[in-house]
Antibody
Framework: QVQLVESGGGLAKPGGSLRLSCAAS????????MSWIRQAPGKGLEWVSYICTSNSCKHFADSVKGRFTISRDNAENSLYLQMNSLRAEDTAVYYCARVSGAKYCTNGVCRPTSFDYWGQGTLVTVSS | QSALTQPRSVSGSPGQSVTISCTGTSSDVGGYNYVSWYQQHPGKAPKLMIYDVSKRPSGVPDRFSGSKSGNTASLTISGLQADDEADYYCCSYAGTYTLVVFGGGTKLTVL
């Protein structure tokens, strides 16, 4: 069965850094786009970033652009989120999610439209 | 403020039907047939219930159905059960720049 297990969350100071990891199993990781989605305490969901099957295409929400980077290691079945210049508003549970096979494809480029499996999340708290 | 507008709460009795709306714009819900819905129980990860407006993933009961008219998408849950009590989030593809947007979530209470 599909499993996604996040790790790496914790307490960081404003301006600090954290690296989140997501270990995937139960499916052919290299065949799927992957994404990070976050949820601030008591709030709704916010898409953060996605990466295609290789490290060649990535996309970020405006709120994290220039501060966060996403990467993957298909040999290790792992997804990563490097978070730099952290702010208080980055405090959230960060979910690793598999992008479903149904994507929006145009001119040879495909983009996520839904997320079919999610991990349990890892909490990131940014506070001094 | 979330990009998509959902009612904060809805309620229904066991066996009844409820509908949750999700209103966007022509740049997201109205512009693409890529609306998805997620169920989230307290302290748990979201679960995909509907994708591409009205398609159900394997394992999701047919009591859950989705539709769309103009800039508003809807999730209907028929034959309400106690375990349906959860938060529900809509999501829409929103173009190559914004990519995807979520609604603020709706808390479903089964009376």
């Amino acid at each position: 069965q599909v499993q996604l297990v996040e790790s790496g969350g914790g307490l960081a100071k404003p301006g600090g850094s954290l690296r989140l990891s997501c270990a995937a199993s139960g499916f052919t990781f290299s065949d799927y786009y992957m994404s990070w989605i976050r949820q601030a305490p008591g709030k709704g969901l916010e898409w953060v970033s996605y990466i295609c099957t290789s490290n060649s295409c990535k996309h970020f929400a405006d709120s994290v652009k220039g501060r966060f980077t996403i990467s993957r290691d298909n040999a290790e079945n792992s997804l990563y989120l490097q978070m730099n210049s952290l702010r208080a508003e980055d405090t959230a549970v960060y979910y690793c999610a598999r992008v479903s096979g149904a994507k929006y494809c145009t001119n040879g480029v495909c983009r996520p439209t839904s997320f079919d499996y999610w991990g349990q999340g890892t909490l990131v708290t940014v506070s001094s | 403020q979330s990009a998509l507008t959902q009612p904060r709460s809805v309620s229904g009795s066991p066996g009844q039907s409820v509908t949750i709306s999700c209103t966007g714009t022509s740049s997201d819900v109205g512009g693409y047939n890529y609306v998805s819905w997620y169920q989230q129980h307290p302290g748990k990860a979201p679960k995909l219930m509907i994708y591409d407006v009205s398609k159900r993933p394997s394992g999701v009961p047919d009591r859950f159905s989705g539709s769309k008219s103009g800039n508003t998408a809807s999730l209907t849950i028929s034959g309400l059960q106690a375990d349906d009590e959860a938060d529900y989030y809509c999501c829409s593809y929103a173009g190559t720049y914004t990519l995807v947007v979520f609604g603020g979530g709706t808390k479903l209470t089964v009376l």
